[in-house]
């Protein structure tokens, strides 16, 4: 039967007319979300956190959405398809993150903030170097993750309409950018919240059927699907064990810390927590979150090895897109055009709906962050704020169009990899320091940041990603100095240490203690954590 069904895949024919409608489809419902919650933007908490009035299991299929992007679907299930093993640590290392975030971060960033990262930060050290500091590395952070959705979105619009030449993508890619703005611009955050809710049951509810659809076609055992995987791997039994895409086992571990380390710094899944009405209602989303997304990266295991055996990685290697073509390609090879066409719309709204997250999360962090609490030390009108906040999206939203059409081709797990490595060692130290440590000081946050920013992006600028393999950003051209893809393992402590050393080394006096006891009650207690944080 395996064999009847892998000979008559290739012959569903892909029809650009059928998956133009489905998109467009999907794109109007989405819109019509959008359209239908912006009605009650009135307030900046209603423009940045939804007004705080979803609940917890709302929150949760809303950060299941958020967090479940391109890198999850396209990404991991075509490093499983291509490389095995390898490929399926992404899916352990971004599930094993969200305990990291639910037990240490969720429900103390939830009681301190008010909008952005930069207010907890900023709680009880100086102001404006602080907010400073965390907006930069946000915007940082929030245009690598960028980079990858729009490459995801390029090689998946690619692959539907059958274009493969290097314009038609870029206009492709241009196309998701506008879409994206257009989105961001009318919705805020509470229409991006429900197109995050809406496409978290839609991709979760794809993954299932494909998976049932999957092990039916294997005789619900899932060592004949491995079996049938190995069949069809150029690498054979290699694609079962690790060291197929990490053949040196530090960057293996390089990459694990950044997963792991990574979600608990990442500004857009953080500003989440503000969107509920108190502490409680955060755990409870979390707990939502973590169950959804644990039911979906176990799934991914058996999309990944169904795509190797049902598509074949020559296949997906060949396709536009590359290795992020595999999930459309096993839809395909499952239900024809229309299966196809459907999981294409769903991986495509998946994207809309993490780039619109991520657009609003930069927006907030450059306009209530850089904007009111540096330029103009806190005196901006909620009017001003959303004005510059919506320059801010605009801008973001060619920057992501010139950066996507450069990085077309990589993996994008790969990519947002990258954009965690940066968040675990620019964010995360500072986090945990503000959280837990009375003795933190400016100068230990400023340091932090900065230094875990530029370790990361020096690392990531003199690494293969750039240079001398078939898959860097510039080709074959040059020799990488620096060996490993993912700069985690060196970054990573710089943060922590750079810290550590700013602190001890601040004079006596310079941070009021006082504010320290009040951030330590507040995030504890969740007292007066609707005030607006000022001092």
């Not at 049938?228 to 197929?244: H, M």
């Not at 989440?272 to 409680?280: G, I, L, S, W």
């Not at 080394?505 to 009650?521: C, F, I, Q, S, Y």
Request: some cysteine; glycine content about 12%; overall charge neutral.
């Amino acid at each position: 039967m395996n064999a009847v069904f892998a000979a008559a895949a290739p012959a569903a024919e892909n029809n650009p007319v059928l998956n133009i409608s489905i998109f467009g489809a999907f794109v109007a419902v989405t819109l019509f979300i959008v359209i239908r919650a912006s009605r009650n933007n009135k307030s900046a908490a209603d423009f940045y956190a939804g007004g705080r009035s979803f609940s917890g299991p709302q929150n949760g299929f809303a950060i299941a959405g958020d967090y479940l992007s391109a890198a999850s679907f396209l990404g991991i299930v075509g490093a499983i398809a291509v490389n095995g093993y390898d490929g399926f640590l992404y899916s352990i290392g971004f599930l094993v993150a969200w305990l990291v975030a639910l037990l240490l971060v969720a429900e103390l960033m939830r009681n301190t903030g008010k909008f952005t990262m930069a207010d907890v930060l900023s709680f009880r050290l100086k102001q404006r170097p602080v907010r400073m500091a965390a907006a930069i590395s946000t915007l940082t952070v929030c245009f690598f993750y960028l980079l990858a959705q729009m490459a995801g979105a390029g090689g998946l619009v690619s692959l539907l309409l059958g274009v493969s030449d290097k314009v038609g993508t870029a206009a492709v890619v241009t196309v998701v950018g506008v879409l994206m703005v257009g989105y961001v611009l009318i919705g805020g955050m509470k229409g991006t919240t429900w197109v995050q809710i809406v496409k978290a049951f839609l991709l979760i509810g794809g993954a299932v059927i494909m998976t049932l659809w999957v092990l039916v076609i294997h005789g619900f055992d899932f060592n004949t699907l491995l079996g049938a995987a190995v069949q069809a791997s150029p690498d054979g039994e290699a694609t079962l064990a690790p060291g197929l895409q990490y053949k040196n086992p530090i960057d293996f571990l390089s990459l694990g810390l950044a997963l792991v380390l990574g979600t608990a710094g990442l500004p857009h899944v953080l500003m989440r927590f503000y969107t509920v009405p108190t502490a409680k209602e955060a755990r409870r989303s979390v707990v939502w979150a973590i169950w959804l997304i644990g039911l979906f990266y176990l799934l991914t295991l058996v999309l990944g090895y169904g795509a190797g055996a049902l598509v074949g990685e020559e296949t997906i290697l060949a396709a536009p897109g590359g290795v992020n073509s595999a999930a459309p390609l096993l839809a395909q090879a499952l239900g024809g055009a229309v299966l196809m066409g459907i999981i294409s719309a769903v991986a495509f709204a998946t994207i809309l709906a993490v780039v619109a997250g991520l657009t609003i999360t930069a927006a907030a962090s450059f306009s209530h962050d850089i904007y009111n609490g540096v330029i103009k030390r806190g005196t901006a009108t909620e009017g001003q704020e959303r004005k510059v906040a919506n320059v801010t999206i605009l801008v973001i939203g060619a920057l992501a169009i010139i950066g996507g059409i450069a990085v077309l081709g990589q993996n994008v797990a790969f990519l947002v990899a990258l954009a965690f490595a940066i968040a675990a060692s620019a964010n995360l130290p500072t986090i945990l320091y503000s959280l837990f440590w009375r003795g933190f000081t400016t100068r230990g946050a400023v340091w932090s940041m900065y230094g875990g920013l530029a370790a990361a992006i020096i690392l990531i600028a003199l690494s293969p990603v750039f240079w001398g393999t078939p898959t860097s950003v510039f080709g074959e051209t040059g020799v990488a100095i620096w060996p490993l893809s993912n700069p985690g393992i060196v970054s990573i402590p710089v943060g922590f240490l750079l810290g550590w050393l700013g602190s001890i080394t601040t004079p006596k006096g310079a941070e009021d203690p006082r504010l320290a006891a009040e951030m330590e009650v507040r995030s504890l207690t969740g007292h007066g954590a609707e005030k607006a944080v000022h001092h």
